[in-house]
């Protein structure tokens, strides 16, 4: 079982490069979400979707682009890099929470991002 | 505005019992979820509360008190692979997970 599968999973970028987080899940899950993992801080979302062609944003969006042509994919697409993206980000899945279900989420194993 | 705290950092022994502690604030409350993650890796689901009272699953325990805002993580026969950080999310009134920042758990022998 493939689950969530992010890559790359590390990746050094200059500042203003553009690059794109890949994120598939095999498991027919309609919430995808992408976090980002700070020290000392929470995870914090930065856009999220309920099913293919649906996006919204989350606490952090700006700087990030999503989009969600299939329920298995859901790339996170970084337009003019900042040493402040520097960071752990995180694809997460679940059914989708609305219904009979706890919703617990199923992450991918991480993308490590440097930007300098 | 929406908070979960929770300590930065714990020390407990080899076989012993520790317990992690959670206050929120938030705006709804649809659940709190406890997730275990091993450093350099993703965060686990462990545990999840909606109603009052204690969730048990084998050495590992949650208890919730929605009147206080107020649950526990409670980690019994502590193992070395134990250590590792427990993060705190609470799910609110439109089904967005607040996470708190994670207490690091140390485990000694």
């Known amino acids: 079982n493939a689950g969530v599968t992010q890559t790359p999973k590390f990746q050094v970028l200059k500042t203003g490069q553009s690059m794109t987080l890949q994120c598939a899940q095999d498991m027919n899950h309609e919430y995808m979400s992408w976090y980002r993992q700070d020290p000392g801080m929470g995870l914090r979302l930065i856009h999220y979707s309920v099913g293919a062609g649906i996006t919204d944003q989350g606490e952090v969006p700006n700087g990030y682009n999503v989009s969600r042509s299939t329920t298995e994919d859901f790339p996170l697409r970084l337009l003019s890099a900042a040493p402040s993206q520097t960071s752990v980000y995180f694809c997460?899945?679940?059914?989708?929470?609305?219904?009979?279900?706890?919703?617990?989420?199923?992450f991918g194993e991480g993308s490590r991002l440097t930007v300098l | 505005g929406q908070n979960i705290d929770q300590p930065t950092e714990m020390t407990a022994t080899e076989g012993a019992i520790v317990q992690i502690n959670c206050t929120y604030q938030t705006s709804g409350f649809n659940g709190l979820f406890w997730y275990q993650q091993h450093a350099g890796e993703a965060p686990t689901f462990l545990s999840y509360n909606v109603l009052d009272g204690l969730e048990e699953k084998g050495r590992f325990s949650s208890f919730l008190s929605r009147s206080k805002g107020y649950s526990y993580l409670l980690l019994k026969e502590l193992q070395m692979k134990d250590s590792a950080s427990y993060l705190c999310a609470v799910r609110d009134s439109n089904y967005q997970l607040i996470w708190g920042a994670g207490t690091k758990l140390i485990i000694k022998p």
């Open positions: 997460a899945s679940s059914p989708r929470p609305y219904r009979v279900n706890t919703g617990e989420l199923f």
